[in-house]
C-alpha cells in the first residue's frame, strides 16, 4: 500500500534555530515527490518538486533533499513567518499522495 | 489563488440534506480534484475529472458524487450528509501539459462544512 509519513508531527523552534521534517514514503513507482506549505484557513502553496534521489531545490530559507526511501526539508535560521504546516505529497500514478503535515512554529 | 474559486468559503447543514460544493477555475486546466483535510488524515482525494464528463473514485469516496459539465466547474455532492463529513474541502487543479513540471496542483482556498 501507497504510504507517506512525516514526521514530527509538531515543531517548536525559536528563530535563527535551524532543523529539518521528515518525509518517508512506500509508494510503487515513485513520479516526483512535492513539498507544500499551507497557513491557517488557505489551501496549500507549492514549494518543490522533486524527481529523482540527490535532486536538491531551495528556496529562500529552505531546502528539500530526496532519497530513495525519503525526503528532508531543511530550514535554515527560520524566522516567525516560516510558522505554517508543511505538507509533502508523492505522486504516483496520476494522483498525490499527502502525508499529515509538520505542524511548524518558529518563536521570536 | 491562481484562477481557481471555491464556493461557499463556509456552510453549516444538517444531517440528511444534500448539499453541493463549487469549484470554478479560469486557467483551463483538464485535470481537477476533490480533497477533504481532516486533523490526523491529512488531505484525502474524494474524486477527480480528467476532462468534461470524466471523472473517477478517489480514496474516500463513498457518500459523494461529482460532476464536470464544463471544463471551468467540477461541483461536489453530499448526497445525504452526515456528521462525518464535518470537514474542509479543498479543490485542486492541474494540466498534463505541464503537470508535476515545477508547478504541482494549484489548490483553492477550501470550503469548511459543517454537518450538525
Known amino acids: 500500500e501507497d504510504q507517506v509519513t512525516q514526521s514530527p508531527e509538531a515543531l517548536r523552534l525559536q528563530e535563527g534555530e535551524s532543523s529539518s521534517l521528515n518525509c518517508s514514503y512506500t509508494?510503487?513507482?515513485?513520479?516526483?515527490l512535492f513539498w507544500y506549505r499551507q497557513d491557517p484557513g488557505k489551501g496549500p502553496e507549492f514549494l518543490f518538486t522533486l524527481y529523482s534521489a540527490g535532486e536538491e531545490k531551495e528556496k529562500e530559507r529552505l531546502k528539500a533533499t530526496l532519497t530513495k526511501k525519503e525526503s528532508f526539508l531543511h530550514i535554515t535560521a527560520p524566522k516567525p513567518e516560516d510558522s505554517a504546516t508543511y505538507l509533502c505529497?508523492?505522486?504516483?500514478?496520476?494522483?498525490?499522495?499527502f502525508g499529515q503535515g509538520t505542524e511548524l512554529s518558529v518563536k521570536p | 489563488d491562481a484562477g481557481i474559486t471555491q464556493s461557499p468559503r463556509h456552510k453549516v447543514t444538517e444531517t440528511g440534506t444534500p448539499v453541493t460544493l463549487r469549484c470554478h477555475q479560469t486557467e483551463n486546466h483538464r485535470y481537477m480534484y476533490w480533497y477533504r483535510q481532516d486533523p490526523g488524515h491529512g488531505l484525502r482525494l474524494i474524486h477527480y475529472s480528467y476532462g468534461v464528463k470524466d471523472t473517477d473514485k478517489g480514496e474516500v469516496s463513498d457518500g459523494y458524487s461529482v460532476s464536470r459539465s464544463k471544463t471551468e466547474d467540477f461541483l461536489l455532492t453530499l448526497e445525504s450528509a452526515t456528521s462525518s463529513q464535518t470537514s474542509v474541502y479543498f479543490c485542486?487543479?492541474?494540466?498534463?501539459?505541464?503537470?508535476?513540471?515545477?508547478?504541482?496542483?494549484?489548490f483553492g482556498s477550501g470550503t469548511r462544512l459543517t454537518v450538525v
Open positions: 485542486a487543479i492541474s494540466d498534463p501539459s505541464d503537470r508535476f513540471k515545477d508547478h504541482g496542483y494549484t
Open positions: 505529497a508523492v505522486q504516483t500514478g496520476g494522483k498525490l499522495i
Open positions: 509508494v510503487s513507482g515513485l513520479r516526483g
